[in-house]
Structure formats: structure tokens, C-alpha cells
Nanobody, 123 residues
Framework: QVQLVESGGGLVQAGGSLRLSCAAS????????MAWFRQAPGKEREFVAA????????YYGDSVKGRFTISRDNAKNTVYLQMNSLKPEDTAVYYC????????????????WGQGTQVTVSS
């Protein structure tokens, strides 16, 4: 069983930055592909970014490429999402997710989820 706890959300002005963290309880954290998704009010949950076991490979949704960076520290069982140049349309609840084998952009492919952290970007 993998437990995920996100932190770091908050209110920021457009153009600002935030760094989200996701702490995992799994003893075999380094076996998991980790991802971030987000869900805005009235919208479906969407893929934001994912990272491979070692951190050597990263993947991004089109809307965040060049602005967000995903990284991980396997010694700390933690994955991060550095968000720069934030826009009001980035406002959403951000979720951390984990799965074995390979990354996916599909919500249903991830069996493990955190509770989410709110990010609000004001204009």
C-alpha cells in the first residue's frame, strides 16, 4: 500500500512560483513512476507531469511545458513539482499519483492517490 501526502499549495499572483511536494510512505518508492494531475472546478482531472523511477525521464502536459518541472528525491521518498510563471488557468487542486511499470496520462491507470492540495493563482 502506498500513501501519498501533498503539501505546498497556496495563493499566488500570476507570474509567481510555487513548489509542491508529495511525500510517499512506500518502502519501495523508487519502484514507482510518480505523477502530478490537477482538477479545476467543473473540469475533468488532467495530467500535468510524470517522472520515471530514477528521475532520468520526465513527461509533461502541453499546458505546462516550459513552466513546470517535476523532480524526485528517492532518499526522501518525495516528488516535487516546481511551478513557475503561474497563470490564473493553473488554478486547481493538484494531486500526486503513483503506479508501477510506466507512466500514463490517464487517471484510471494510477491506483494510488494523495488527497490533493489547492493552488490558486490570482490575476
Amino acid at each position: 500500500q502506498v500513501q501519498l501526502v501533498e503539501s505546498g499549495g497556496g495563493l499566488v499572483q500570476a507570474g509567481g512560483s510555487l513548489r509542491l511536494s508529495c511525500a510517499a510512505s512506500a518502502r519501495t518508492f523508487s519502484n514507482y513512476y510518480m505523477a502530478w494531475f490537477r482538477q479545476a472546478p467543473g473540469k475533468e482531472r488532467e495530467f500535468v507531469a510524470a517522472i520515471s523511477w530514477s528521475g532520468a525521464s520526465t513527461y509533461y502536459g502541453d499546458s505546462v511545458k516550459g513552466r513546470f518541472t517535476i523532480s524526485r528525491d528517492n532518499a526522501k521518498n518525495t516528488v516535487y513539482l516546481q511551478m513557475n510563471s503561474l497563470k490564473p488557468e493553473d488554478t486547481a487542486v493538484y494531486y500526486c499519483a503513483a503506479r508501477l511499470n510506466y507512466y500514463s496520462v490517464y487517471v484510471h491507470a494510477y491506483p494510488h492517490w494523495g488527497q490533493g492540495t489547492q493552488v490558486t493563482v490570482s490575476s
